[in-house]
């Protein structure tokens, strides 16, 4: 059974840094890629980063500049370092996998909270 944890969120003030983590588990399969969404109270989930199988990287532009999504070679463990945070980063933050045969996994998400 695929798992995806994330874990990494709360409180942090505007300016601060964070690294989210995704942890998975029962993968056997080949992936596509990994990505980070996001979800703000009142709002649609929307895209924020993705990393594929071969490394390359893809960002919103939102948060272009000041994220970045990397992982470890066996996909065990995937990240997200934010630094820069804005309220308007205030979100759920989701871990998603994308398998080569187009099927898609999501994490419960873990909440980022940026205020002062």
């Known amino acids: 059974q695929v798992q995806l944890v994330e874990s990494g969120g709360g409180l942090v003030q505007p300016g601060g840094s964070l690294r989210l983590s995704c942890a998975t588990s029962?993968?056997?399969?080949?992936?596509?890629?990994m990505g980070w969404y996001r979800q703000a109270p009142g709002k649609e989930r929307e895209f924020a980063a993705s990393i594929t199988s071969s490394g390359s990287t893809n960002y919103a532009d939102s948060v272009k500049g000041r994220f970045t999504v990397s992982r470890d070679n066996a996909w065990k463990l995937v990240y997200l370092q934010m630094s820069d945070l804005k309220p308007e980063d205030t979100a759920v933050y989701y871990c998603r996998l994308l398998s080569m045969n187009a099927r898609q996994y999501w994490g419960k998400g873990t909440l980022v909270t940026v205020s002062s």
């Open positions: 029962g993968i056997h399969f080949s992936i596509n890629r």
